[in-house]
């Protein structure tokens, strides 16, 4: 029973590894199905990463576009104008998957100009202002479904393992040693029974020769 240390002799031997067995299949049996769900999860939104990140490229190119739009029409003044406005603030909600806490999703509110501020100097950078919103927002959604993409498959990495250590050590290692123990039983049981047998024959073989020694 090398790897098993405490194991008890005899019958108790075999109940204690019986249920550490017992517990060693039922806890592999958990972590297939947390892997499955894992799996399920991380591809999800591992699709979802792929689309956020699309339209991040895209807004963030229409932006872009814009951008060079507004500073050929109104010059770096009107750039530095249309940055002049206050910071967006990002609400992020969490959930959790098989023990995991990820984003699940997330808000991105950018406030309006303040009444006191100036406005637009022409229309290209009014648009700018506009697509560089809806750049960030898609940026937003992509960070979500990549952190949690990620948190996710850093699990299913970490489930596979500990899957794996299960299947490929503990449990062979308990079943040898079961089957140590019961064939270990078995020849205790079968010289047991040897010695039970000679200890009859032994006393009727007493028996019969008594009363023959004690006859007149």
């Known amino acids: 029973m090398a790897g098993l240390r405490r194991v008890p002799p005899g019958?108790?031997?075999?109940?204690?590894?019986q249920h550490r067995l017992a517990v060693a299949e039922r806890g592999a049996a958990l972590l297939e199905q947390k892997l499955r769900?894992?799996?399920?999860?991380?591809?999800?939104?591992?699709?979802?990463?792929?689309?956020?990140?699309?339209a991040w490229e895209q807004a963030s190119a229409e932006a872009a576009?814009?951008?060079?739009?507004?500073?050929?029409?109104?010059?770096?003044?009107?750039?530095?104008?249309?940055?002049?406005v206050p910071r967006a603030e990002v609400d992020v909600s969490w959930t959790w998957t098989?023990?995991?806490?990820?984003?699940?999703?997330?808000?991105?509110?950018v406030p309006p100009p303040a009444p006191g501020d100036l406005p637009a100097p022409n229309a290209?950078?009014?648009?700018?202002?506009?697509?560089h919103r809806r750049a960030l927002e898609a940026a937003v959604q992509h960070a979500v479904a990549e952190a949690a993409t990620r948190l996710l498959?850093?699990?299913?990495?970490?489930?596979?393992?500990?899957?794996?250590?299960?299947?490929?050590?503990?449990?062979?290692?308990?079943?040898?040693?079961?089957?140590?123990?019961?064939?270990a039983l078995e020849e205790q049981e079968h010289a047991d029974g040897i010695r039970l047998r000679w200890a009859r024959d032994r006393t009727k073989g007493s028996q019969r020769v008594g009363p023959g020694r004690g006859s007149p």
């Open 98 to 109: 098989m023990g995991v806490r990820h984003p699940d999703g997330a808000v991105c509110t």
């Open 11 to 17: 019958r108790a031997g075999r109940l204690w590894l």
């Open 153 to 183: 498959r850093a699990e299913e990495t970490a489930t596979r393992r500990r899957l794996r250590a299960v299947e490929d050590r503990w449990l062979p290692l308990l079943r040898s040693a079961l089957h140590e123990s019961e064939l």
């Open 124 to 131: 290209a950078v009014a648009e700018a202002r506009t697509a």
């Open 37 to 54: 769900i894992l799996r399920t999860e991380a591809d999800r939104l591992a699709v979802s990463s792929e689309a956020t990140a699309r």
């Open 65 to 84: 576009g814009w951008l060079v739009r507004a500073a050929l029409l109104g010059g770096e003044r009107a750039v530095q104008i249309a940055g002049e």
